[in-house]
């Protein structure tokens, strides 16, 4: 029998193992697959509302905003799974439960957004006749009410209060609301808390990162 020669031996080894290497880093994540942060702007939020009576107000007159699309959704749809959320005034709805018949469901939670890489599995809650899944009380929600704190009488959001939310067709998403003012203003400044100078309220300005694979991993 003839026997391998030394050199021959080591290319093939060379070979060999240049060819598991291959196959190990198909096995990576691209990099270039990573989830985008996404940011909507000045998003209207029911903005034609009279001072007076409020219990003489009208019904409110929701946008309904797709995460998966990116896009403001026509009200003809408003009874579709093509919406995601729903806003007017300070109240988020989901498309699930009492709100739409798509699967939304949502919950608060404290942390930093860019280190929330994985949704939750429990603790979720959807719209029902008791309650909405994204409350919109004062220190409970998403935001807090100054008073006659300094700005006066502004919605700020709650650094740290991130949302965690199923669109309505079930997949995962985390969002976090910068701002509830026409061209996410400076709040800390004197035109801000002059009333005069103030921009208009009700626009959302929020970011988040939709997963479309139905996986938690963000």
Do not use: H
Not at 83 to 102: F, M, R
Not at 127 to 153: F, K, R, V
Request: proline share 8%; glycine share 8%.
């Amino acid at each position: 029998m003839k026997r391998l020669s030394p050199y021959f031996l080591g290319l093939l080894c060379a070979l060999l193992t240049f060819s598991a290497c291959s196959d190990d880093s198909s096995n990576d994540p691209d990099p270039s697959l990573s989830l985008e942060v996404q940011e909507a702007t000045d998003i209207p939020a029911d903005t034609d509302v009279t001072p007076g009576d409020p219990s003489l107000a009208p019904p409110p007159n929701y946008t309904f905003y797709s995460l998966e699309q990116g896009a403001i959704i026509d009200k003809a749809d408003s009874n579709s799974t093509q919406w995601d959320i729903a806003l007017a005034g300070t109240t988020i709805l989901v498309n699930g439960g009492t709100s739409g018949p798509g699967q939304g469901e949502a919950q608060i939670v404290e942390g930093v957004f860019e280190e929330i890489e994985e949704a939750p599995e429990t603790g979720y809650q959807t719209d029902s006749e008791t309650g909405l899944a994204i409350s919109s009380g004062s220190g409970s929600g998403w935001y807090t009410y100054t008073a006659e704190s300094n700005p006066p009488n502004a919605i700020l959001p709650i650094p740290g209060r991130v949302i965690l939310l199923r669109t309505a067709e079930g997949n995962y998403a985390k969002m976090e609301i910068i701002s509830y003012y026409q061209g996410n203003p400076d709040t800390s400044t004197d035109e801000f808390a002059n009333y005069q100078t103030r921009p208009s309220s009700r626009y959302y300005t929020f970011r988040y990162v939709l997963q479309p694979d139905g996986s938690r991993n963000f």
